[in-house]
């Protein structure tokens, strides 16, 4: 690569991009794993576990080009130090590196070469342009060319294999790997195939991270019936290949090293672009797959609405009550409304997917959403001493005093305005760092199966996209309402003391006072309560939390908009998070997503999802994750209970729920004999995991949630 490099100096960031797909696909040995159908094993150089990114960049041809920067690196870093450290964010990624989707549809409809004649067609002006056309049509001939080469590979070892099945496995490879991805997928087989074929390609070769698999049942239907009424397949064999595909990521990957998951992602249900409601055959054979095997990997993510027959919600009922625990429910009407509101075409919204956790992205949408959580509890704390925050002095943010603010209104008010700047000095200074993505880290590959990308001769990572989004995700939102409306009730209505008096009791971590504190976290209402006072006023909170993003411009081109989804920040951000005005001590965790704060009791199913309904949720284009923890109910209990919860979770404005639902009497038997509990699967955030292979700590998270049942 250094080589190459030096012979060509006029090659510019995109054309020796472009180098890393030729030289790959021609030197890196390619793999095939007889046992599977599938094929995509490029001998690159990366490490094992890298499905989550790329950055700070790690081992392996992908990341060549940024290792030859490693400044960016260290500069992005240094900066994001002082407030990583102080817990303002979470996040060590200066994009998102790690929760793409690779709209695979137009390989399964064009195939590359049909892909190459597009960019062809082209008519490049500026060098740049004629650098990204070119990279484009060399990124396709490089994908043809392993295709050939995982077919050459496949003949090869049928010269030794014995083994029946395996045989027939290489044989499937050896005469569909040189046609597909180079041509149109045919058959329900070749499409699948193509789908894991992109997704690996992408995650080996372009640095980044590609955790959506796609809306499979929309997409594989077509291919499914048409094979039916020609014979070439009948219902079991097609599952047995949905099942070949999903143990695909369990078996990948090492379990037992990847703390965040290995990000992938399957959905179905919704609708198509047209609005049309989805739910056919392959749509059951995909959720039978998840009832009949215990897998941690992919994770399933099942978009619902009312439209939806009953059979489907059954289903997915069903599978949550099994306690899987892979599982996140999509509520169409309140995301659908979300992504319209922000001026997408309606088209579009039907098509959306999520991935990663369950960030929410469109197919022809570039969405940078889960490399930020920021830390609101933390960003009100940092309001009653802004003298102590670096921040302030050298990005030149001055707060407004709350201390002097007559009445909560005037106080509310200047607090508003301080989250305002906040986030806003925040975006600033990512956005310088992201407006480099163009030139450390190009994606022509990438930008080549996005639609927009080749019409405007635009990489990604410079906003060539149809959308170019950015997601800023927000932690403790249960617990910065708490705080608000604690101020609210003991210093401005009860007058019990003044906010410099609560300041103080805070930054001393409620020492003396714990009589104060049990009365804070007893008798003042709290979020996630059918208290009507609250919902009102956490209504208000969340709207103008939302209300903080709008208007900003991301660094590859679009806008900002807001999300509630936290992942693990809520555990990360706490040990340098003071006592907050809610009754929570200092290094406690935060709240998770739109829960409520673990210390607010009286809190079940019914209650916290009816808490919703107050809500506007269609604030929140990048979603807003409920988790519901619920005791698992193998035995004597009737599992339709949990598609109630998802039918009223839809009718009380619900964006996005995890269910996890455990025994917790199971997970203290597990942690102490793992050996004979591997079967065990939790949701621990936004991913799913055996419990065996979680540290203590986050065993210890997982089985403090289940003190609510």
Same mark, same amino acid.
């Given at each position: 690569? =250094?080589?190459?490099?030096?012979?060509?100096?006029?090659?510019?960031? @995109?054309?020796?991009?472009?180098?890393?797909?030729?030289?790959?696909?021609?030197?890196?040995?390619?793999?095939?794993?007889?046992?599977?159908?599938?094929?995509?094993?490029?001998?690159?150089?990366?490490?094992?576990?890298?499905?989550?990114?790329?950055?700070?960049?790690?081992?392996?041809?992908?990341?060549?080009?940024?290792?030859?920067?490693?400044?960016?690196?260290?500069?992005?870093? /240094?900066?994001?130090?002082?407030?990583?450290?102080?817990?303002?964010?979470?996040?060590?990624?200066?994009?998102?590196?790690?929760?793409?989707?690779?709209?695979?549809?137009? !390989?399964?409809? @064009?195939?590359?070469?049909? $892909?190459? /004649?597009?960019?062809?067609?082209?008519?490049?002006?500026?060098?740049?342009?004629?650098?990204?056309?070119?990279?484009? #049509?060399? %990124?396709?001939?490089?994908?043809?060319?392993?295709?050939?080469?995982?077919?050459? /590979?496949?003949?090869?070892?049928?010269?030794?294999? /014995?083994?029946?099945?395996?045989?027939?496995?290489?044989?499937?490879?050896?005469?569909?790997?040189?046609?597909?991805?180079?041509?149109?997928?045919?058959?329900?087989?070749?499409?699948?195939?193509?789908?894991?074929?992109?997704?690996?390609?992408?995650?080996?070769?372009?640095?980044?991270?590609?955790?959506?698999?796609?809306?499979?049942?929309?997409?594989?239907? +077509?291919?499914?019936?048409?094979?039916?009424?020609?014979?070439?397949?009948?219902?079991?064999?097609?599952?047995?290949?949905?099942?070949?595909?999903?143990?695909?990521?369990?078996?990948?990957?090492?379990?037992?090293?990847?703390?965040?998951?290995?990000?992938?992602?399957?959905?179905?249900?919704?609708? =198509?672009?047209?609005?049309?409601?989805?739910?056919?055959?392959?749509?059951?054979?995909?959720?039978?797959?998840?009832?009949?095997?215990?897998?941690?990997?992919?994770?399933?993510?099942?978009?619902?609405?009312?439209?939806?027959?009953?059979?489907?919600?059954?289903?997915?009922?069903?599978?949550?009550?099994?306690?899987?625990?892979?599982?996140?429910?999509?509520?169409?009407?309140?995301?659908?409304?979300?992504?319209?509101?922000?001026?997408?075409?309606? &088209?579009?919204?039907?098509?959306?997917?999520?991935?990663?956790?369950?960030?929410?992205?469109?197919?022809?949408?570039?969405?940078?959403?889960?490399?930020?959580?920021?830390?609101?509890?933390?960003? @009100?704390?940092?309001?009653?001493?802004?003298?102590?925050?670096?921040?302030?002095?050298?990005?030149?943010?001055?707060?407004?005093?709350?201390?002097?603010?007559?009445?909560?209104?005037?106080?509310?008010?200047?607090?508003?305005?301080?989250?305002?700047?906040?986030?806003?000095?925040?975006?600033?200074?990512?956005?310088?760092?992201?407006?480099?993505?163009?030139?450390?880290?190009?994606?022509?590959?990438?930008?080549?199966?996005?639609?927009?990308?080749?019409?405007?001769?635009?990489?990604?990572?410079?906003?060539?996209?149809?959308?170019?989004?950015?997601?800023?995700?927000?932690?403790?939102?249960?617990?910065?309402?708490?705080?608000?409306?604690?101020?609210?009730?003991?210093?401005?209505?009860?007058?019990?003391?003044?906010?410099?008096?609560?300041?103080? $009791?805070?930054?001393?971590?409620?020492?003396?006072?714990?009589?104060?504190?049990?009365?804070?976290?007893?008798?003042? +209402? #709290?979020?996630?309560?059918?208290?009507?006072?609250?919902?009102?006023?956490?209504?208000?909170?969340?709207?103008?939390?939302?209300?903080? @993003? +709008?208007?900003? !411009?991301?660094?590859?081109?679009?806008?900002?908009? +807001?999300?509630?989804?936290?992942?693990?920040?809520?555990?990360?951000?706490?040990?340098?998070?003071?006592?907050?005005?809610?009754?929570?001590?200092?290094?406690?965790?935060?709240?998770?997503?739109?829960?409520?704060?673990?210390?607010?009791?009286?809190?079940?199913?019914?209650?916290?999802?009816?808490?919703? #309904?107050?809500? =506007?949720?269609? &604030?929140?284009?990048?979603?807003?994750?409920?988790?519901?923890?619920?005791?698992?109910?193998?035995?004597?209990?009737?599992?339709?209970?949990?598609?109630?919860?998802?039918?009223?979770?839809?009718?009380?404005?619900?964006?996005?729920?995890?269910?996890?639902?455990?025994?917790?009497?199971?997970?203290?038997? %597990?942690?102490?004999?793992?050996?004979?509990?591997?079967?065990?699967?939790?949701?621990?955030?936004?991913?799913?995991?055996?419990?065996?292979?979680?540290?203590?700590?986050?065993?210890?998270?997982?089985?403090?949630?289940?003190?609510?049942?």
């Amino acid at each position: 690569m =250094d080589e190459r490099k030096k012979e060509h100096p006029e090659f510019g960031e @995109l054309r020796r991009k472009a180098m890393i797909y030729e030289i790959g696909a021609r030197e890196c040995d390619v793999h095939i794993f007889p046992e599977s159908p599938f094929y995509a094993e490029v001998i690159s150089g990366r490490e094992r576990n890298s499905v989550t990114s790329s950055f700070p960049p790690g081992p392996g041809i992908a990341s060549w080009m940024m290792n030859q920067n490693k400044e960016f690196a260290e500069n992005f870093l /240094k900066w994001s130090l002082e407030y990583r450290k102080r817990d303002l964010f979470a996040g060590e990624m200066y994009t998102d590196c790690a929760h793409h989707y690779a709209d695979v549809e137009r !390989v399964i409809r @064009l195939g590359y070469r049909g $892909i190459k /004649k597009e960019a062809e067609a082209c008519r490049p002006v500026t060098k740049r342009e004629k650098e990204f056309v070119e990279s484009v #049509k060399i %990124a396709c001939d490089s994908m043809c060319c392993l295709g050939e080469r995982f077919s050459r /590979k496949a003949e090869e070892l049928l010269e030794t294999e /014995k083994e029946e099945r395996s045989r027939r496995n290489l044989e499937l490879i050896a005469r569909t790997a040189y046609r597909v991805p180079a041509c149109p997928a045919q058959t329900f087989y070749e499409a699948l195939a193509a789908v894991w074929f992109v997704r690996e390609m992408c995650n080996t070769f372009e640095g980044m991270g590609f955790a959506v698999l796609g809306h499979l049942d929309r997409l594989l239907y +077509p291919f499914y019936e048409r094979d039916l009424r020609e014979g070439r397949i009948d219902r079991n064999s097609a599952k047995e290949l949905i099942l070949c595909f999903l143990a695909l990521t369990d078996a990948r990957w090492d379990l037992t090293d990847i703390p965040g998951g290995t990000n992938a992602t399957v959905m179905i249900g919704g609708t =198509d672009s047209d609005g049309k409601v989805i739910f056919n055959d392959v749509t059951k054979m995909f959720i039978e797959a998840f009832q009949e095997n215990n897998l941690a990997n992919p994770k399933l993510q099942a978009r619902v609405s009312p439209a939806h027959p009953p059979e489907y919600l059954e289903m997915i009922g069903k599978l949550a009550g099994k306690g899987s625990n892979v599982l996140s429910v999509f509520n169409d009407p309140v995301i659908i409304d979300a992504q319209k509101r922000q001026g997408k075409k309606e &088209r579009d919204c039907y098509s959306y997917l999520a991935g990663g956790c369950q960030e929410l992205v469109l197919q022809n949408e570039v969405n940078c959403r889960a490399n930020v959580y920021l830390n609101l509890p933390q960003m @009100l704390l940092m309001q009653f001493h802004p003298e102590n925050w670096k921040f302030t002095e050298e990005d030149g943010l001055f707060l407004k005093h709350l201390e002097s603010s007559w009445d909560f209104e005037e106080f509310y008010q200047r607090y508003r305005q301080n989250m305002r700047m906040i986030f806003q000095q925040i975006a600033v200074s990512f956005n310088k760092f992201e407006g480099q993505w163009r030139y450390y880290n190009p994606c022509p590959m990438f930008s080549m199966l996005m639609s927009g990308c080749i019409p405007r001769m635009m990489d990604v990572s410079e906003g060539g996209a149809d959308y170019n989004t950015n997601n800023f995700g927000v932690s403790g939102l249960g617990t910065l309402i708490d705080s608000l409306y604690a101020i609210k009730y003991l210093v401005y209505e009860e007058k019990r003391l003044s906010l410099y008096q609560l300041i103080q $009791i805070l930054d001393h971590n409620f020492e003396g006072h714990e009589v104060l504190r049990q009365y804070i976290l007893n008798r003042i +209402p #709290k979020y996630g309560t059918a208290d009507k006072e609250i919902m009102e006023f956490s209504a208000r909170a969340a709207e103008d939390v939302a209300a903080a @993003l +709008p208007g900003l !411009v991301s660094g590859h081109g679009g806008n900002y908009e +807001p999300s509630l989804f936290s992942f693990y920040a809520y555990s990360w951000l706490k040990e340098n998070t003071g006592a907050t005005p809610d009754g929570r001590l200092a290094g406690h965790t935060l709240s998770r997503g739109i829960n409520p704060s673990e210390s607010t009791g009286g809190i079940d199913a019914a209650t916290l999802t009816y808490a919703q #309904k107050s809500m =506007d949720y269609g &604030r929140y284009p990048g979603g807003a994750v409920i988790y519901m923890d619920l005791p698992v109910t193998k035995t004597g209990v009737d599992c339709n209970i949990y598609r109630d919860v998802i039918y009223y979770f839809m009718e009380n404005g619900g964006s996005v729920m995890d269910f996890n639902v455990v025994d917790r009497r199971q997970l203290l038997e %597990a942690r102490k004999d793992p050996e004979n509990h591997k079967n065990i699967i939790v949701r621990v955030c936004g991913y799913s995991a055996p419990f065996w292979s979680l540290d203590k700590d986050m065993q210890d998270e997982v089985i403090a949630r289940t003190q609510r049942e």
